[in-house]
């Protein structure tokens, strides 16, 4: 079979080589033809199983990916230590929406970086190698490749914000290096952790870690004098690697700075994929490797995810700076991804309706946030290469003079702030109704939030775009086509999953209904 997955993967590297040794006046085509072709390979992951007449079932499972590509890899045996990683590269329903997204924001970032003129053959090549890095991430199919691949992002990041951002460039890109490195350092103490725990239990430690092995952990540890079970201690070392980067509260506040200093298609990817690594960890890792460590987390998960979502809004509500006001944003949309998790895995509701109502609609807000905030972030930097600013109070009817622009931003607001045959409103719909009947309360405070989502989206179209022209931009020119070509397609996929979310729930309902099952066999506290 064609390897598809290892091309998918790997075939931006091979841009990235192509485009080095290239002439310097043909880097932008080729990042783009690579980028392109990655993106149109992607499409096949959903449309191959339907094609080939096995519907939707054919999308898989957690245990029974549609696409899988596996071949042993590192295998030693040290006495009783046996080491057994493999290549292994799978995607199942959880991951080819998550690839298609790398692979659209991919291409467009390249499409939106049209204009980067200092060393554009560097800046083209770090973002190729960063798709490549995002791609595996999602790819991965064994723990071991999985945390290779989170680390080999860091590196094109840390370069593309340390050398194309703003004047605190620096500052901004160590933080982001050294915050995900530290989660990085717990999670990799997480996968040891699991492999003698497996081997203290079954005598010989061979333990294999491909996702699709067994890897249920028992007993207690001593830490300082206070037992805490295996499988809570092994859930909370994952998830702190993936909090960060979600981002969760208080391991937030990186993102503004990265946000803020980092180029627009930087910015894009950053919001639109990279933290959405974090969320799919939480799903794909921490649920599925300790189940009954997750359950035993659902409550302060939930809580968190309450305050992640009523802290950034809170603190998007003062901003005067566009892409700072979208960064804080994205901390209270992420919120909604951490609440219907909780929802899912935690012991309060026992209809499972409800449990993959709220796991569904977490899932959908990772596909629709990244669409949305890619938007935003599109449409803030088409107005700073006009303007050279993004102070929102210094701006002021620019619909006058950008009317394409103003009305392409609206839209994108509009759907940030959940409007109706949007993509944001499916998500958080399902959220609200699956997240009620187990944790009411954060839900309660959820959705409440929505005002002032809509206060400071309104608010700074309002101050910006809306009401007497500023003398001061009296030159601005609109956005031209190929300003508007990223802002198109992605609105068009938020209307899409808009108006017809049923693509993506059958993609995920039997990857999420398979979590849920497992979740259900868990033995209930009292019973």
């Known amino acids: ?3 598809l997955l290892t091309t998918l993967v790997f075939l931006p590297t091979i841009g990235a080589l192509v485009l080095m040794v290239g002439p310097k006046g043909a880097s932008r085509w080729i990042a783009a033809i690579f980028s392109g072709v990655t993106f149109v390979l992607s499409l096949w992951l959903y449309i191959g199983p339907l094609v080939g007449g096995s519907g939707t079932a054919g999308f898989g499972s957690i245990m029974h990916p549609a696409w899988s590509e596996s071949i042993p890899w590192v295998h030693f045996a040290i006495g ?3 080491l057994n990683i493999d290549y292994h590269l799978g995607a199942d329903g959880l991951s080819i929406f998550m690839l298609i997204l790398n692979a659209l924001l991919s291409f467009l970032a390249i499409i939106g970086s049209w204009h980067v003129s200092n060393r554009t053959r560097e800046y ?17 199919f064994d723990l071991y490749l999985f945390w290779l691949f989170w ?5 094109p990041m840390f370069l593309l914000i340390a050398i194309w951002g703003g004047q605190r460039r620096e500052y901004a890109a160590w933080k982001f290096v050294i915050y995900t490195i530290f989660g990085s350092a717990f999670m990799l103490a997480g996968i040891i952790l699991l492999y003698f725990s497996l081997g203290a239990q079954n005598g010989a430690y061979s333990a294999s870690f491909s996702y699709l092995a067994s890897h249920q952990v ?17 859930f909370l070392l994952l998830y702190l690697g993936f909090a960060i980067k979600l981002p969760m509260i208080p391991f937030h506040t990186w993102l503004p700075d990265a946000h803020t200093e980092a180029p627009t298609a930087v910015s894009v990817l950053l919001a639109g994929v990279l933290l959405k690594m974090g969320a799919y960890g939480l799903i794909r890792i921490c649920v599925d490797f300790a189940p009954q460590g997750a359950r035993d987390f659902a409550l302060p998960l ?13 603190c998007s509500l003062v901003q005067r700076d566009m892409k700072k006001l979208i ?11 951490i609440l219907g998790v909780a929802a899912a895995i935690g012991p309060g509701a026992t209809n499972p309706a409800f449990r993959e109502a709220a796991l569904t609609g977490a899932a959908i807000q990772m596909f629709s946030h990244g669409a949305v905030t890619g938007m935003l972030f599109f449409c803030v930097g088409v107005l700073y290469e006009k303007a050279h600013l993004r102070e929102i109070n210094a701006f002021g009817g620019l619909m006058a003079r950008m009317p394409r622009l103003t009305w392409i931003y609206t839209f994108a607001i509009m759907a940030s702030l959940g409007l109706p045959g949007l993509s944001g409103f499916v998500a958080e719909y399902l959220v609200y109704t699956g997240s009620f009947a187990n944790f009411p309360a954060q839900t309660i405070i959820a959705a409440v939030t929505m005002i002032l989502t809509a206060g400071y989206l309104l608010w700074m179209l309002k101050r910006a775009f809306y009401g007497p022209l500023n003398p001061r931009w009296a030159h601005l020119n609109d956005a031209n086509l190929l300003e508007m070509a990223p802002l198109v397609m992605l609105g068009v996929v938020v209307l899409f999953v808009g108006v017809y979310p049923g693509f993506l729930v059958d993609l995920l309902r039997p990857s999420l209904h398979q979590i849920i099952q497992t979740m259900g066999s868990l033995p209930v506290a009292g019973r």
Do not use: D
């Open 124 to 140: 083209m090549a770090l973002l190729l190698i960063l798709e490549t890095g995002v791609m595996g991430v999602f790819c991965a």
């Open 218 to 234: 028992a007993g207690t540890y001593s830490i300082f004098g206070i037992s805490i079970a295996s499988q809570l201690l092994l």
């Open 1 to 3: 079979m064609f390897p």
């Open 327 to 337: 960064a804080y944003s994205s901390v209270s949309h992420m919120g909604y991804v």
């Open 151 to 155: 680390e080999v992002e860091l590196i």
């Open 302 to 314: 939930a809580v968190l995810g309450a305050i992640n979502i009523i802290y950034g809004a809170g």
């Open 80 to 82: 009783t230590l046996q």
